[in-house]
């Protein structure tokens, strides 16, 4: 390699800055790093849960141009099409890059193609424009449930969504939306998902949690329901269940948002990569940390820790260690907002190999496995939704530096005192 490497980092998502912005805090100037994205700003996508119920995207936007150029950063405004993995180089719409490494953080995207009518008649929460629609039904609830007109809403997960929580959030919230405007009483709230248990990736403590919640908020769930088509007025599952609805909200199935002809993938384009670094197997110099890559579940926490690993990986080569001093180890964190209270849950999870049932909790770290619920969680959200957007604002990465560590110091002292 180079005196300075070159790094190519094909994403601006939570991986891709996380990868750039721990490279410079470690390396400073010993690398060259640049940043292609096809698009000028960064979403704090997992706070769009709240545009349903009036938040302004553009507060969830932080435009890339600063923290870059403070950092020292290339950003090339383009989109990644492919790789020339011989040549070394990163094919884009507008050119090609040639790099030393190269980080594949283009995230997933939706395809809800996939289930025949999804795309027609339901509504889906992924992007920012989905969720102003979803606004204008939320509006369509509240007069229906306040005029005492009953009305279903159907909530929907089909097979291969990598990630449900976010529309667990939504379900919740919805329901104490509802109650706090007076109209809750006549509409009926159903949930069918396709998975074995409830937020099925994070075990049976968060099942038991979400199974309490609809039972105290009535709302009717269903599990295991494979759904096979959507109708104007109906939905239809395998098991020849049939789900009559008036509102439609669904989380699609997962796809690659980039397909990498010539590099090595699972059959939705998720690139295959080594468990510890996030390496593509069998192809030097290319990583592939956060959603891009084939860890089971698509999720930011744990995007940021494989961006970590990636980028340690990345230094030891660059110092010329024999090993990196951080490995990916997939401990999930996460907080489900509800309006009312939310749910913490630190999760410690293992690749099964199993396709209906891709992780699990890691046996032996039941000690580490912790669920709460109250209140004061909302207090836990709203300081993750401020650290992280003033950090990404500076150029700084996520898991580094005394902010991190005093929020890190404050998370665990909320988690051994309001979860277990």
């Given at each position: 390699m180079?005196t300075?490497p070159?790094?190519?980092?094909?994403?601006?998502?939570f991986?891709?800055?996380?990868?750039?912005?721990l490279?410079?805090?470690?390396l400073?100037?010993?690398v060259?790093?640049?940043i292609?994205?096809d698009?000028?700003?960064?979403?704090?996508?997992p706070?769009t849960i709240?545009?349903?119920f009036?938040l302004?995207p553009a507060?969830?936007?932080?435009?890339?141009?600063q923290?870059?150029?403070?950092?020292?950063?290339?950003l090339?405004q383009?989109?990644?099409?492919?790789?020339?993995?011989?040549?070394?180089?990163?094919?884009m719409e507008r050119g090609?890059?040639h790099?030393d490494?190269l980080?594949?953080?283009t995230?997933?995207?939706?395809?809800?193609?996939?289930?025949?009518?999804?795309a027609?008649?339901?509504?889906?929460?992924?992007?920012p424009?989905?969720?102003?629609e979803?606004?204008?039904?939320?509006?369509?609830?509240?007069?229906r449930?306040k005029?005492?007109?009953?009305t279903?809403?159907?909530f929907?997960?089909?097979?291969n969504n990598?990630?449900?929580?976010?529309?667990?959030?939504i379900v919740?919230?919805?329901?104490?939306?509802?109650?706090?405007?007076?109209?809750r009483s006549?509409?009926?709230?159903?949930?069918?998902?396709?998975e074995?248990n409830?937020i099925?990736?994070?075990?049976?403590?968060i099942?038991?949690?979400?199974t309490?919640?609809?039972a105290?908020?009535?709302?009717?769930g269903?599990l295991?329901?494979?759904v096979?088509?959507v109708?104007?007025?109906?939905?239809?599952f395998?098991?020849g269940?049939?789900?009559?609805?008036?509102?439609?909200?669904?989380?699609?199935p997962?796809i690659?948002?980039?397909?990498?002809?010539?590099l090595p993938?699972?059959?939705?384009?998720?690139?295959?990569t080594?468990?510890?670094?996030?390496?593509v197997?069998?192809?030097?110099?290319?990583y592939a940390?956060?959603?891009?890559?084939?860890?089971?579940?698509k999720?930011?926490?744990l995007?940021?820790l494989?961006a970590?690993a990636t980028?340690?990986a990345i230094v030891?080569?660059?110092?010329?260690k024999e090993?990196?001093?951080v490995?990916?180890d997939?401990v999930s964190?996460?907080?489900m907002?509800?309006?009312?209270?939310a749910?913490?849950?630190?999760?410690?999870l293992?690749v099964?190999?199993?396709?209906?049932r891709?992780v699990e909790?890691r046996?032996?770290a039941?000690?580490?496995y912790?669920?709460?619920v109250?209140?004061?969680w909302?207090?836990?959200?709203?300081m993750l939704g401020?650290y992280?957007?003033?950090r990404?604002?500076?150029?700084?990465?996520f898991?580094a530096?005394a902010?991190?560590?005093?929020?890190?110091?404050?998370?665990?002292?909320?988690?051994?005192?309001?979860?277990?």
């Amino acid at each position: 390699m180079a005196t300075n490497p070159r790094v190519v980092i094909a994403g601006g998502g939570f991986a891709g800055l996380e990868t750039a912005f721990l490279l410079h805090h470690r390396l400073h100037g010993d690398v060259d790093i640049t940043i292609v994205s096809d698009s000028d700003h960064f979403l704090f996508r997992p706070n769009t849960i709240y545009i349903p119920f009036g938040l302004d995207p553009a507060e969830l936007e932080i435009p890339l141009d600063q923290p870059t150029r403070r950092q020292q950063i290339t950003l090339v405004q383009d989109r990644a099409v492919g790789v020339d993995h011989v040549g070394h180089a990163l094919e884009m719409e507008r050119g090609r890059l040639h790099y030393d490494k190269l980080v594949i953080a283009t995230g997933a995207g939706m395809r809800p193609e996939e289930v025949p009518g999804l795309a027609d008649y339901g509504m889906t929460i992924w992007t920012p424009e989905a969720m102003l629609e979803l606004r204008q039904a939320v509006g369509r609830i509240v007069e229906r449930g306040k005029a005492g007109t009953p009305t279903t809403v159907l909530f929907l997960v089909p097979p291969n969504n990598k990630c449900s929580g976010p529309l667990y959030e939504i379900v919740f919230m919805l329901e104490t939306h509802l109650r706090r405007n007076g109209a809750r009483s006549p509409i009926h709230i159903v949930w069918a998902t396709s998975e074995h248990n409830y937020i099925q990736a994070f075990g049976p403590k968060i099942h038991d949690v979400v199974t309490k919640e609809f039972a105290e908020r009535g709302i009717e769930g269903h599990l295991e329901h494979n759904v096979t088509e959507v109708t104007a007025q109906q939905v239809r599952f395998e098991n020849g269940t049939v789900i009559d609805y008036d509102e439609l909200i669904s989380f699609p199935p997962y796809i690659a948002a980039v397909q990498y002809e010539g590099l090595p993938s699972d059959d939705r384009g998720f690139l295959t990569t080594d468990p510890d670094t996030r390496a593509v197997e069998g192809v030097a110099d290319v990583y592939a940390p956060g959603d891009a890559g084939d860890f089971p579940v698509k999720q930011a926490f744990l995007a940021f820790l494989q961006a970590d690993a990636t980028a340690e990986a990345i230094v030891a080569e660059v110092r010329g260690k024999e090993h990196p001093r951080v490995t990916f180890d997939p401990v999930s964190m996460c907080v489900m907002e509800q309006f009312d209270k939310a749910t913490f849950a630190q999760v410690p999870l293992r690749v099964t190999g199993v396709p209906d049932r891709p992780v699990e909790v890691r046996p032996g770290a039941e000690d580490d496995y912790k669920v709460g619920v109250a209140p004061i969680w909302r207090l836990g959200k709203k300081m993750l939704g401020v650290y992280l957007p003033m950090r990404f604002r500076a150029g700084e990465p996520f898991h580094a530096g005394a902010a991190w560590q005093m929020m890190d110091v404050g998370l665990k002292a909320m988690s051994g005192v309001l979860a277990d």
